[in-house]
């Protein structure tokens, strides 16, 4: 491989053949949420190679390793990836494509694992910092909240980390660089599903029932507003309804019509606004055209959200490995979201995104083509090395 001129940690760059070997291998075996299980099996064999202490079984197929110090007690803080794969069948037809049908490594958490075993495996070699590092592999961060299970099973109770930091690839942003702020990063995710409730009837009488599937859209319409109408305009709201369906045949208007979607936030304020906003609508609209609706709304994500203190270590981090000028110090946040907000709820920390390359066909996140930018790994590695240093240099 190529690797750009900056300035890496050293050793990254010299083991940079081997962590892309193992990038390679996890990709080739993806899982998804907490069916982890070899996945799991091949960190904890690396991370007890280099002599950490490992924990498995947290949140099902969870793996967290300590390293400590060799200055002496301090501060511990936590250096968390994500584990799990997506139900997406891969297109790359790489040599390394997905041994596993229908699931594929389409968010680049392949490598993260990667980056984080690599920084696991160089600091192993030198524990030269004062404090207690655990470095947290989680399970299950696409849709079902693995980042909240490994919290309520007692993830910060076992590892009493004072911190702790996330990382992200993030395609867009060239290789090289990296994006970090206090503040809001990612959206909270919340999801939605409104039953209308008609009365069935046949299409050719409408005026004998209650038409569901109107009202359904005049709902789907009227949700629209909620943001444009109800919501600050220097606020951030998203409403998007992204299913819809009812009825069987072409002659039958049906009892029941269902609406489905996602809403995102950063603010709690606006969240409990729009939230409230929606249910109402949604019966409201409805009732004035004959029918009922039932809403079940459901918060599933947090937003993530840095705190002040763990954004200024993590950016002088991250200054130190690609160049302030190659840091960008106010990104504009994402209405994605992410279950590392579970973690950054329990403790102060910080979220950073990693320049992952070009958005051309293999660079989109969630996409069939998505591969891991291998040039990537030796900033990732290096500044997860560098917070380490940053956070723990006091003896």
Known sequence: ????????????????????????????????????????????????????DV??????????????????PGKRIGLRADMDALDVHETTNLPYA??????????????????LLGAAKILAENPDFAGTVDFIFQPAEENEGGGREMVKEGLFDSHPADTVYGMHN???????TMAVKA??????????????????????????????ITA??????????????????????????????????????????????TVRTF?????????????ETAQYTAQALGCKARVDYQRRYPATINSPAESQIALAAASKVVGTDQVDTNPEPSMASEDFAFMLNAKPGCYI????????????????????????????????IALVNEALSQA
């Open 170 to 176: 993030w395609p867009g942003h060239d290789v090289g």
């Open 183 to 212: 503040g809001p990063m990612m959206a909270s995710y919340d999801v939605f599903e409104i039953v209308v409730e008609g009365k069935g009837c046949h299409a050719a009488m409408p005026h004998l029932g209650h038409d569901p």
């Open 216 to 261: 359904a859209g005049q709902v789907l319409l009227a949700l629209q507003t909620i943001v444009a109408r109800n919501v600050n305009p220097l606020k951030s709201a998203v409403i998007s309804p992204t299913q819809i369906f009812g009825g069987d045949t072409w002659n039958v208007i049906p009892d029941i019509a269902t609406i489905r979607g």
């Open 55 to 72: 924990k498995t079984g947290i949140a099902k197929t969870g793996v967290v390793a300590t390293l400590h110090g060799k200055k002496g």
């Open 353 to 384: 995104w990693i320049g992952n390359g070009p958005t051309d066909g293999n660079r989109l996140l969630h996409n069939a083509a998505y591969d891991f930018n291998d040039d990537a790994i030796i900033y990732g590695v290096s500044y997860w």
């Open 267 to 279: 603010d709690p304020a606006v969240q409990d606004a729009v939230e409230s906003r929606l249910i």
């Open 1 to 52: 491989m190529t690797v750009p001129s900056c300035s890496p940690h050293p050793r990254a760059t010299e083991l940079v053949d081997e962590f892309i070997t193992w990038r390679h291998h996890l990709h080739a075996h993806p899982e998804t949420a907490f069916e982890e299980h070899l996945t799991s099996a091949f960190l904890s064999e690396k991370l007890s190679s280099f002599g950490l």
């Open 98 to 115: 997905s041994k596993h049908p229908g699931k594929m490594h389409a968010c680049g958490h392949d490598g993260h694992m990667t980056m």
